[in-house]
């Protein structure tokens, strides 16, 4: 077997419920959950008890979405399966950032926390919405998103499939000019225009917050690779440690596909609204060894997405205690 890349999902597959079963199952899983919830109460309660409108707007979904994947990977780790490489979709990508070590876990949560409120605060200000485009190439959907002033590709996740922001008001002619170029249009249910250029004032104002973390503005990527390891420490605080295998943990940027530079918190803020490059993504990462991938999140969007990127690699998922034990049997 080759690498092992852990895979962190973003919005869209959060239930009522989720991470329950790692908290009542794992030590490590309970104390990541705890941290969470001494910073913003009532976490956990969202996780396990949320009605599914709660868990659906953002200032919601994203808090419970990292600490349920979080706890989930510590769980996994615990147990002896250790990434090479991590990613993560949108929000996921803050999971990503907090187990290959660029940050502790409380202050991972923090970022997420306010990451969500302002994503939130903006998706209030327009009447927005997005849409999942199959059966068309990405040359096509930007073809017929140029047609229109505030239609914009942001989600490149896999052949055949783009999700697209913009206003509400013009998505019905987008939705008819993409069943006249033969492919479909689904309506996601979000609200807000993620990853678009009506997340910039967010990303701003993100900025303000890395700088907090990082100790300066962030930049224009310029090159420079870092190299971060670590593991999760459940009591907030980074920890120096080789993964499993003996080497950093690679983490990749939605933004560039390539792995992280120099300049992070440049990259996490232009995140909010720039395109997430999912496929270019995963296939950097195969070309870099990776051959089995491990989705931890409540769902299998991230697995689904993998069976047309690449068939030939092993995708598995971890969202409950039984996938976690699966998940092990596959090392």
Known sequence: MGKIAFLFSGQGDQFPGMGKEFYEGYETAARIFDLCDGIRPGTRAQCFAGTEEELKETKNTQPCLFAMELAAAAALMGKGIWPAAVAGFSLGELVAATVAGLFDAGTGFRLVCRRGELMQREAEKYDTAMAAVVKLTPEQVEEICDKYADIYPVNFNCPGQITVSGLAAQMPAFTADVRAAGGRALPLKVKGAFHSPF?????????????????????????????????IDANGGAATAEGGGGTDIVLYSNVTAEPYTEDAAGLLSRQICSPVQWEKTIRNMIAAGADTFVEIGPGRTLANMMKKIDPGVQACCVADLPSVWTTVRIK
Do not use: H
């Open 199 to 231: 997340m910039k004032e967010a990303a701003s104002d993100f900025a303000d917050e890395l700088a907090k973390v990082f100790g300066r503005k962030p930049k224009d990527v310029n090159g420079g690779s870092v190299s971060v390891k670590a593991r």
